[in-house]
Each structure stands twice: as structure tokens, then as C-alpha cells.
């Protein structure tokens, strides 16, 4: 069965940090582009990153440019959101996605900023 | 980026009957490779989004044959045949042809 469970989520302060992690079970994640997409309060769905199998491309939304950074560690079957500078309206729920099919979804966790 | 809007926003249906979602995009979703990359996905409240077509016409593994997807280019149809009480949520469409991949503002399908 596959399986994503994100991490990390949690209140912070406007211009601070947070780092989400993603852990993936139940397929070979070697094999997958991942992403990350989020979803405010309330509001619909944005793609914010995504990576290739090997980690050797990665793309980003325009919103989060130069601030989010994703990364994997396929030994760990992991998947991470480094996030830095953050805005209020980096506020969601961000998702832990497989493939650019966009198959399956994790739970989610909340990033909250503080203004 | 690519705007895909859809309609109705909200869907009132009655129990047993059939519902129709439309999503239209701005630029033709037809990849390189010939493929459609449009989405489907249901939201059931206080879940995670499930994707229930991919690729505008194929039913991912255990969605009910009562969902179905059709269209081409940019104009994309999700149908509902017959509306039952575990279908209420929010519907969106998604293209990924064209990165970044975007989604519609989503349909709250509720019933009447």
C-alpha cells in the first residue's frame, strides 16, 4: 500500500524557517518524480515544487522562488520542503504528492505564519 | 501559467441524478507526446485529495464506474451518472502539461 506521511508542519514567524519532511512507503520512490503542492484555509490547490527521480531537476512555483527549496534522499525514501523566509500567505496545508500523475496524496500538514 | 476555470462553482444535485462538471483551460493541453494531462480529483471534507481520472478519460483503481471524464484540447467534462450521498466535496480539474501544473477553483458538489 502506499503510504505518505508528511511532517515538520507547525506555527512560525514571519520570515522564519520550517522544514517539512515526507516519509513514502509501499513503492519504489526511486523511481518517481515527487511534489509538493499546498492548499490555504478555505481555498483551492497550488503546486509549489516538484523533482525528478535522481534529484538532478527541480522546478518551482514563481510564489516561492529563491525561498522553498525541495529535496530528496532516496536511501531514506524521503522527500523535504525547505522553506525560509516565510510569508502569511505561505499559509496551508501542504501535501506530500507522488509522481507529476499527481496519484497519490499524503495527509498533509499545517504550515501556519504569524504576522 | 495556465488558467483553468471551472464551472459550475457550485453543483446542487438530488440524490440518483446525474451531475456535470466543466473545466476549460487557457492554452490547449495536448503534451508533445500526445497525451492529455487532465485531472480529476475529489476532496471529501476534511480529506486529503483523491484523483479519480487521469489523463481526461481513465478511472484510477476503485472509483466507482458512475465518474467518468471526456473532452480534448482545452474544454474537459467530469460526469456523474447518478449522484449518490458519498460523492458531496469539492471536485477540481489539473493540468500538467504545462509546469507549473495548475488547478481549477474547484465545484462544491452538494445534495439538494
Same mark, same amino acid.
Given at each position: 500500500e502506499v503510504q505518505l506521511v508528511e511532517s515538520g508542519g507547525g506555527l512560525v514567524q514571519r520570515g522564519g524557517s =520550517?522544514? =517539512?519532511?515526507? $516519509? $513514502?512507503?509501499?513503492?519504489t520512490f526511486s523511481n518517481f518524480w515527487m511534489s509538493w503542492v499546498r492548499q490555504a484555509?478555505?481555498?483551492g490547490?497550488?503546486?509549489? $515544487?516538484?523533482?525528478?527521480?535522481?534529484?538532478?531537476?527541480?522546478?518551482y512555483v514563481d510564489s516561492v522562488k529563491g525561498r522553498f527549496t525541495i529535496s530528496r534522499d532516496n $536511501?531514506?525514501?524521503?522527500?523535504? =520542503?525547505?522553506?525560509?523566509?516565510?510569508?502569511?500567505e505561505d499559509t496551508a496545508v501542504y501535501y506530500c504528492v507522488r509522481g507529476r500523475g499527481t496519484d497519490y496524496w499524503g495527509q498533509g500538514t499545517l504550515v501556519t505564519v504569524s504576522s | 501559467d495556465v488558467v483553468m476555470t471551472q464551472s459550475p462553482l457550485s453543483l446542487? *444535485?438530488?440524490? @440518483? !441524478?446525474?451531475?456535470?462538471? %466543466?473545466?476549460?483551460?487557457? !492554452?490547449?493541453?495536448v503534451y508533445s507526446d500526445g497525451n492529455t494531462y487532465?485531472?480529476?480529483? !475529489? !476532496?471529501?471534507?476534511g480529506q486529503s485529495p483523491r484523483r479519480l481520472i487521469y489523463k481526461v478519460?481513465?478511472?484510477?483503481? +476503485? *472509483?466507482?464506474?458512475?465518474? %467518468? @471524464? %471526456? +473532452?480534448? +484540447?482545452t474544454d474537459f467534462?467530469?460526469?456523474? %451518472?447518478r449522484v449518490e450521498a458519498e460523492d458531496v466535496g469539492l471536485y477540481y480539474c489539473m493540468q500538467g502539461t504545462h509546469w507549473p501544473g495548475t488547478f481549477g477553483q474547484g465545484t462544491k458538489l452538494e445534495i439538494k
Open positions: =520550517l522544514r =517539512l519532511s515526507c $516519509a $513514502a512507503s509501499g513503492f484555509p478555505g481555498k490547490l497550488e503546486w509549489v $515544487a516538484n523533482i525528478k527521480p535522481d534529484g538532478g531537476e527541480k522546478y $536511501a531514506k525514501n524521503s522527500l523535504y =520542503l525547505q522553506m525560509n523566509s516565510l510569508r502569511a | 446542487p *444535485v438530488t440524490l @440518483g !441524478q446525474p451531475a456535470s462538471i %466543466s473545466c476549460r483551460s487557457s !492554452q490547449s493541453l487532465l485531472n480529476w480529483f !475529489q !476532496q471529501r471534507p478519460s481513465n478511472r484510477d483503481s +476503485g *472509483v466507482p464506474d458512475r465518474f %467518468s @471524464g %471526456s +473532452g480534448s +484540447g467534462t467530469l460526469k456523474i %451518472s
